[in-house]
């Protein structure tokens, strides 16, 4: 934007908005967060209320906060996202996006396993479509199909729109979980698959003798026991699409990794934000563990092995 010099109503109108910025601590935040002197320092009653703030805060987030800022003076070891409120805030918004990714594909390659490996016993032409999927899907690399499915199908989709914001189905993100949530599904094809065929073939004989239909068989026999045997497999499959997730930073969408490069740059501290990263996901892989292990005692089935 362009004005022309000495323009007393531009003029007047930046300096309020200059004023509004100090006043609400958000050029005080610019300065610290590209390492800026502070031109425009808190006026007493400014200083006060952030002050009154960070007093809010529990005494061992204090403490945690100021030694963070201390170890970046002293050794120069940067952690912001312990002591800068605006880094922080980016970082857990990668957080989230990350869960939001991750959570969307679970839920989504999870139905898609079962239903795959439903049709799988079906007619042999909707059996060959599950099997070309699984196929196509878990021999390509997941990278190459994103690419795919945002620059190719996702070009297609945004085509056809007008101006303004795309829609889930064509902005990086829905397109992202998309693409995660079709390759894992690829390989929860298989492994529902496998837990059904674990099912012996006396307890199915055994379920047709006492007069169960195929439909009861399978709901109330089959699919319960399938889902105790593949539960280990699928639990690991999570684990790797939480893992995967991190590829949607290639169509940039602003999940965790993503937002730990844009503090980096800003910061010159790779080295930190990339321990964090590294943290921030076996934290994840950590409590999905338990949750799993948690749900496989409560589910087991005495006698039914291990």
């Not at 499915?149 to 889930?168: D, K, M, N, T």
Request: proline letters at 5%.
């Amino acid at each position: 934007m362009a004005v022309a010099k000495g323009d007393p109503h531009w003029r007047g109108l930046l300096e309020q908005v200059a004023l509004q910025w100090r006043q609400s601590g958000f050029l005080y935040e610019l300065e610290s967060r590209y390492g800026l002197p502070h031109k425009h320092p808190l006026n007493p009653s400014e200083a006060a209320s952030a002050a009154q703030d960070k007093q809010s805060l529990p005494y061992f987030l204090q403490r945690l906060t100021e030694g963070f800022a201390r170890l970046n003076t002293t050794t120069g070891w940067n952690f912001p996202v312990f002591y800068d409120g605006w880094t922080a805030r980016q970082f857990a918004s990668g957080i989230v996006t990350t869960l939001q990714l991750s959570a969307i594909g679970i839920l989504g390659s999870c139905l898609i396993g079962l239903l795959g490996a439903l049709a799988m016993g079906a007619s042999k032409p909707l059996r060959w479509l599950v099997r070309g999927y699984v196929e196509v899907l878990r021999n390509t690399p997941s990278l190459a199909q994103l690419y795919f499915i945002y620059f190719g199908v996702g070009a297609l989709l945004r085509g056809g729109l007008e101006g303004g914001a795309a829609p889930w189905y064509a902005n990086p993100f829905g397109l992202a979980a998309l693409c995660i949530t079709l390759h894992y599904g690829a390989f929860a094809v298989e492994i529902v698959r496998a837990g059904l065929l674990a099912v012996p073939a006396s307890t199915r004989d055994a379920a047709l003798a006492l007069g169960y239909g195929r439909a009861a068989r399978l709901w109330h026999i089959q699919l319960p026991l399938a889902l105790r045997a593949c539960l280990p497999a699928l639990g690991n499959n999570m684990v790797q699409l939480i893992k995967g997730s991190s590829i949607a930073y290639a169509v940039a969408v602003p999940e965790v990794l993503y937002s730990a490069q844009e503090i980096w740059s800003e910061r010159y501290n790779v080295v930190e934000m990339m321990l964090l990263v590294l943290v921030t996901y076996f934290a994840a892989m950590a409590v999905l563990a338990w949750a799993l292990h948690r749900l496989e005692r409560r589910l087991h089935i005495p006698g039914g092995g291990p």
